[in-house]
């Protein structure tokens, strides 16, 4: 057997050869680091992205006319600059405004990831108030219910089919952009592959093992919006 | 005001190298992002058709690489084109963008030809139109309103996610702009040549936003609910 492997170039030789892979095989604490600074950095991004998100949303459907002229400023500088330069700037814009003060790259990573997504979260939420007539509110308000029972018990159930797809597929979005940490030296999984790649030129195994943890990661999120979805044309 | 115009970062705003540098940035990043998105649409929709096909290796085949592709980062897709693929930089940020893009835009292709109602295809077969004619006259047109929106948007993240190219070392705008920020030293000079990159892709991604989203609502009241 073992001389049958031996016979195969590319398994003993190449990117893929099967002593990089051992090397790989024998350095995963690194990688299961990396991950989860990854898990970190996405799951309180989420967070801060679902406040800033809702928040900003509630103030474009508004009916007043500055929170509304807000909103769409801050939803359309984040949508239209790409992160990397937003988290640049935060790197650069800390230690001018507060002179002095050490701030984790983490840090910068979950409010890069939060404050983008943010805005994407804030037209997903404005797209599901609005997608529920007026009319539903004056009804509920009309047979005695109060703003907050009308809210819990008619509006926010129907926004919630409307707005859960785009919101997990948002998820899924944000776990993989926090890859751009790696960046500026994040230690997340990008970076942990990445620099472990680097030092011994393991790239092809590496890179491998890397994806599929991203994969694993967002995987199981993809097959939760297609549910929904699916729900959500049914209902 | 003359305190102002003197200051650092009026200093570095009137320095011509600046925007000469801006400039050849530029040029990278509308090269790489064009490339990509010219190439992904060709992808994507040998891909999507694939997918709706619906045959039993070609659809499955095409289902695998989307639903891989769909759930990686693009900076891991750019890394793995330079250092494993071994390709320069300028294409490896190219190919790499359009891997991750051909699988966004499957999908989309796949969703319009998926939203005509299998009854519209039986009727046009049973009127005498052949598969051609049917897809000509009948199932691209409401397909394609639907498509356009959703394919012109990606244009604003294909130019977005150009920045990652950075990362192995492409002179697109994003990292023009870092090496030339790496000259000063005051924040508020290198918080400007930030804001001033920022503006330019803000200027063209808004500029196609905004045409996507005349689109999504002329189209939609043009034709009287059908794409719906």
Not at chain 1, 24 to 47: E, I, K
Not at chain 1, 113 to 142: N, T
Request: proline share 5%.
């Amino acid at each position: 057997m073992s001389e049958i492997i031996a016979s195969i170039g590319f398994l003993q030789r190449g990117p893929f050869s099967i002593p990089r892979w051992e090397a790989v095989f024998s350095n995963m604490d690194v990688l299961w680091q990396g991950a989860l600074v990854t898990l970190l950095v996405a799951s309180l991004g989420l967070v801060m992205a679902l406040a800033l998100g809702t928040v900003i949303g509630v103030m474009s459907a508004s009916q007043w006319k500055l929170p509304r002229a807000l909103a769409r400023a801050y939803v359309e500088f984040y949508q239209n600059t790409p992160l990397l330069i937003q988290v640049f700037m935060l790197f650069n814009a800390i230690p001018l405004v507060f002179p002095g003060l050490f701030i984790p790259v983490i840090v910068i990573g979950i409010f890069g990831v939060g404050m983008y997504h943010g805005a994407y979260i804030a037209e997903v939420v404005r797209a599901g108030i609005q997608s529920i007539g007026r009319g539903q509110l004056e009804a509920a308000l009309s047979q005695g219910f109060t703003y907050v029972t009308a809210m819990r018990y008619i509006i926010i159930p129907q926004a919630m089919r409307i707005v859960l797809p785009p919101l997990t597929n948002q998820a899924v979005n944000l776990i993989k952009n926090t890859s751009v940490i790696a960046i500026i030296a994040g230690g997340d999984l990008m970076y942990a592959g990445d620099s472990f790649a680097g030092r011994y030129g393991h790239y092809g195994p590496t890179y491998v093992i890397v994806g599929l943890g991203y994969f694993l990661m967002c995987f199981p999120l993809a097959v939760l919006t297609r549910r929904l979805e699916e729900r959500t044309r049914a209902a | 005001m003359e305190a102002f115009m003197n200051s650092p970062v009026m200093e570095m705003l009137t320095d011509p190298v600046l925007y000469i540098g801006l400039g050849y940035g530029l040029l990278l990043t509308l090269q790489i992002a064009g490339l990509s998105i010219a190439l992904s649409f060709v992808f994507g929709t040998i891909i999507g058709s694939m997918r709706y096909t619906g045959l039993p290796v070609i659809s499955h085949v095409a289902t695998i690489y989307i639903e891989v592709i769909r759930n990686l980062p693009t900076l891991l897709l750019i890394l793995v084109s330079y250092f494993v693929l071994g390709l320069p930089a300028m294409w490896a940020a190219t190919i790499g963008l359009t891997i991750y893009t051909s699988a966004i835009i499957a999908e989309v292709i796949r969703g319009g030809l998926n939203s005509v109602p299998t009854g519209q295809w039986e009727a046009a077969r049973s009127q005498g139109f052949s598969f051609l004619q049917s897809m000509r006259y009948i199932v691209l047109p409401p397909a394609v309103v639907k498509m356009i929106p959703p394919i012109v948007s990606q244009f604003v993240t294909v130019i977005k996610d150009s920045s990652f190219a950075m990362a192995i070392g492409a002179y697109e705008l994003m990292f023009k702009g870092t090496i030339l920020a790496a000259k000063y030293w005051r924040p508020a000079q290198i918080i400007t040549i930030y804001l001033v990159i920022s503006l330019v892709y803000f200027v063209i991604n808004f500029a196609i936003s905004t045409v996507a989203r005349r689109l999504q609502t002329k189209m939609s009241v043009g034709r009287g609910g059908i794409g719906d």
